[in-house]
């Protein structure tokens, strides 16, 4: 069974503390890992997908990373506005079905 | 453009009440889906629609009713609900159900269930 685990559960930062979200999956024949941001009450917002192992992307002052266990999100220089959950979730290799991690509780204090 | 419209934003309904919940995308892509998500809970996977057809079906019970009156549109009927189901129910889309494509998601209906 596919699994998606996501660490730590909620991490608080000071505004400019860089730090990483990590994403573990368990998935045979992996397709696809996808990062989300989500606000609270509001739908997710899609950050990045990666493909293959060794790939990185970047938006601003995030970049994530994927390994053939893990994925990590990097937030370089945080502000308050990146508080937010971020989930991450993973595409095995048939269909749409995503696996969605747990998610991490984002709060970054100015 | 990656926008995927829901309505209405919230939505009260008593346990005899039937109502539906809409979601509209423009983006030309012939998957939709719905999920339903509890607080502080990742989405979880309702139905799927691919080419207007149901494709996956995550044992749903038959109070939650979907339809796909065409590749923009897509309706979720409620009848009969329980204080359960109370919950954030989230639509998104991507371009085909089959490839890696990127699921996009609504800003969700916030619905409770008296």
């Known amino acids: 069974e596919d699994q998606v685990t996501q660490s730590p559960e909620a991490l608080r930062l000071q505004e400019g503390e860089s730090s990483s979200l990590n994403c573990s999956y368990t998935v045979s024949g992996l397709r696809g890992l996808f990062w989300y941001r989500q606000d609270p009450g509001k739908g997710p917002e899609f950050l990045f997908t990666?493909?293959?192992a060794g790939e990185e992307k970047e938006k601003e002052r995030l970049k994530a990373t994927l390994t053939k266990k893990e994925s990590f999100l990097h937030i370089t220089a945080p502000k308050p506005e990146d508080s937010a959950t971020y989930l991450c979730a993973a595409l095995g290799p048939s269909g749409s079905r995503l696996t969605f991690g747990e998610g991490t509780q984002l709060t970054v204090n100015p | 453009d990656t926008e995927v419209t829901q309505t209405p934003k919230h939505l009260v309904m008593g346990m005899t009440n039937k109502k539906s919940l809409k979601c509209e995308q423009h983006m030309g892509h012939r998957a939709m889906y719905w999920y339903k998500q509890k607080a502080k809970k990742p989405p979880e996977l309702m139905f799927v629609?691919?080419?207007?057809?149901?494709?996956i079906n995550e044992s749903v019970p038959s109070r939650f009713s979907p339809e796909c009156p065409n590749s923009s549109l897509l309706n979720l009927h409620l009848h009969a609900l329980q204080p359960e189901d109370s919950a954030l129910y989230l639509c998104?889309?991507?371009?085909?159900?089959?490839?890696?494509?990127?699921?996009?998601f609504g800003p969700g209906t916030r619905l409770t269930v008296l």
């Open positions: 629609y691919s080419y207007e057809k149901l494709s």
């Open positions: 990666l493909y293959s």
């Open positions: 998104a889309s991507s371009q085909e159900e089959t490839r890696t494509d990127t699921q996009y």
